[in-house]
């Protein structure tokens, strides 16, 4: 079993930043490949971006490509989403995720464990 926590959510003006981070327990992670979705109201759950078990092997939607970098930190069992250049529709509750396999970690039905989101809020 694996517990996911994000935090680092919040209400930011548009073009600004925030940086969400995703801490794990019960398991080490870098066993696992990991990522973040986000949901935004009467949308689909959707892939935001990913990062293999050693970071060597980076996801990015196109709609966050240049704007936003994940990272993550082994050792602490942690991994991050700074978001650069916010959008109003980049509004949405963000959650954390972990996968075994690379091509489950962007696919929302095949994720394992999930964290319990953070709201990411973006005025105009």
């Known amino acids: 079993q694996v517990r996911l926590v994000e935090s680092g959510g919040g209400l930011v003006q548009a073009g600004g930043s925030l940086r969400l981070s995703c801490t794990a327990s019960g398991r080490p992670v870098s066993n696992y490949h990991m990522g973040w979705f986000r949901q935004a109201p009467g949308k689909e759950r959707e892939s935001v971006s990913a990062?293999?078990?050693?970071?060597?092997?980076?996801y990015y939607a196109d709609s966050v490509k240049g704007r936003f970098t994940i990272s993550r930190d082994n050792p602490k069992n942690t991994i991050y989403l700074q978001m650069n250049s916010l959008r109003p529709e980049d509004t949405a509750v963000y959650y954390c995720a972990t996968a075994p396999l690379w091509s489950s970690i962007v696919d929302a039905p095949k994720v394992n464990y999930w964290g319990q989101g953070t709201q990411v809020t973006v005025s105009s």
């Open positions: 990062i293999n078990f050693s970071g060597s092997t980076i």
